[in-house]
């Protein structure tokens, strides 16, 4: 009997000491800064590393920019593109002014869109055009450019010749 009490307390000794060691463990990983679940997270942190990136495509962007894209294509034509300049879309109310610091300016009479770049040293750097019913769009000339009155429609539901050069404009608007 005596041996086995012997033994009871041997354990419990025992035990104790693996319990403070564990709460030593963790406290060193805890004034370390390292958190508890180092290896689950850094496992995680590879799994994320190991990902297949797919190129992107036109129909991961909205509808609206491939639009735009296709629109600011159609009148700048596929020139060479800066790409460190970013295009931007602005959407126009039915009603505002076309000038809008001249309270003379003519105003649009139905909602416009405008896709416009930063690059001060083109004179024509923007395109504003108006959804028809008929899937198409009808662009207007802006006051800088010797376009004729008449706007020009293009057909947004044709698919695109060149697809690289119309993802590139799609990737550059912001």
Do not use: C
Request: cysteine-free.
């Amino acid at each position: 009997m005596k041996k086995l009490i012997w033994a009871l307390r041997l354990g419990i000794v025992l035990f104790g000491v693996a319990l403070v060691w564990e709460q030593v463990q963790y406290n060193r990983q805890v004034a370390s800064g390292q958190r508890i679940s180092q290896q689950r997270q850094s496992r995680h942190r590879e799994a994320n590393h190991l990902k297949i990136v797919r190129p992107r495509q036109l129909s991961d962007f909205s509808a609206t920019k491939v639009e735009a894209a296709q629109v600011w294509l159609h009148v700048k034509g596929p020139r060479v593109i800066d790409e460190d300049i970013p295009l931007h879309i602005r959407q126009i109310a039915a009603g505002q002014r076309i000038q809008p610091e001249n309270p003379r300016s003519a105003v649009y009479n139905k909602p416009m869109i405008q896709v416009y770049s930063d690059d001060h040293q083109d004179m024509n750097n923007r395109v504003t055009y108006a959804h028809n019913a008929d899937n198409t769009v009808m662009i207007t000339p802006t006051e800088s450019s010797s376009a004729k009155s008449q706007a020009v429609r293009v057909n947004t539901q044709a698919s695109p010749k060149h697809r690289t050069t119309l993802l590139k404009v799609v990737q550059l608007i912001i």
